[in-house]
Each structure stands twice: as C-alpha cells, then as structure tokens.
C-alpha cells in the first residue's frame, strides 16, 4: 500500500481573477488514498452513532451514517492516518464536497494522539451540490473534545499531523458527505 503523496501542483483561476497556486494533499480519486482513513463515533463516550468512511467507483470518498442523540451521543468523525505535513508556506486548506444540507466541520490535528487538541472551522453544504469550500488557517479555532480551548495556541500548519471530518451539534439522522480532494492554497502576495 502506498502512502498518499503530494498529487499535483496546480494553477488554478480564481474568481477575482487572481492565479493562485495550490497543492492538492489527498486525492480520492485514488481509492487506496481512502485506507489512510478511519471513522470514530460517539461509541467511544457511549453514544450509538453510526458512520463510516467508504470509496466510491467514482473516486470519491464518502463519510455517511447516522448520528444518534441516545445515550448522552451524537456525534460521527472521520480522520486521516498522522503523518507529518508541513504546510508552513500555505495560506489554508481548500476542499471539493457534495453535501447534504447539513453543517460539519473540517479538524487539523497538531500532534499524532489520538485524543487531544484539534483545531477546527464549520462549514455549511447545499444538498445535491458540488462545492469547493476554501479555509485560511487562521479560521481554525482550537477545541478539545467539543470544547473551545481559547488559551491553545494557534494552529501551525507547519506541524499538521492528520485531518479529519465531524458532524455534531445535535444533527439527528443520516448525513452523506461525498469528498472530491483536499487541498492546501496559496494567496498571491497582496502588495
């Protein structure tokens, strides 16, 4: 099994017109890129929850379940394998999604522990519509187990180590996400 490596460089046009360049981190049109990736869900605290992570024939990777708020659960996550990525000369994270209507958020973990700090940013999907959701680093807002961490540090996006994907916030019933690729974006220099 190969580990995902870094696909492709791209210039890509923005919508102000502006090239900006961009590397794309994980591929899914690779369905081995997908073993590199686990669900956990609310089981772990006692929750029923159910959510998966599973390639699709189309080259996508698909996070889908049901979130269930019985026994004090309700939540459903998927994350990447650690490895360390340094994206110290990027300005954020830059994903292709096919949602479901519902909310979710994207985490960056700092560290390889399985439990711990992560840094995360919300973001909204249209059901039934391809979107790609870009997110500067400085979004990303520390949380420790559903909790904000106000005192941690900022995220270093030299010192990423996995991603990862939630559904929270009380979002009863079954959720689909559909994931195209992840990628890391550069903003040209602003003069």
Same mark, same amino acid.
């Given at each position: 099994?190969?580990? +995902? ?12 017109? /502006? ?44 996070? /889908? ?10 939540? /459903? ?12 000369? *990027? ?8 949602? %479901?209507?519902?909310? *979710? ?9 399985? %439990?711990?700090?992560? *840094? ?33 540090? +900022? ?18 019933? +079954? ?17």
């Amino acid at each position: 099994m190969k580990a +995902p490596a870094v696909i492709a460089s791209l210039i890509l046009l923005t919508g102000a017109g /502006a090239v900006a360049e961009e590397n794309l981190l994980y591929d899914f049109a690779d369905q081995e890129v997908a073993v590199e990736w686990t669900a956990i869900n609310d089981v772990v605290m006692g929750g029923v929850s159910s959510g998966g992570i599973s390639a699709t024939e189309n080259g996508t990777l698909v996070f /889908a379940g049901n979130v269930s708020l019985e026994n004090n659960g309700g939540f /459903a996550s998927a994350r990447s394998r650690p490895r360390q990525w340094d994206l110290g000369s *990027y300005s954020g994270i830059e994903i292709r999604v096919l949602g %479901d209507g519902k909310r *979710y958020k994207l985490n960056l973990r700092a560290d390889s522990a399985f %439990d711990g700090i992560m *840094y995360r940013v919300p973001f909204e999907t249209r059901e039934g519509e391809w979107q790609t959701l870009r997110f500067p680093f400085s979004e990303f807002r520390a949380s420790f187990r559903g909790r904000a961490v106000p005192q941690a540090p +900022p995220l270093d996006p030299a010192r990423v180590a996995s991603f990862g994907l939630l559904i929270s916030d009380k979002q009863a019933g +079954p959720f689909r996400l559909e994931l195209a690729w992840i990628g890391a974006f550069s903003e040209p220099n602003a003069d």
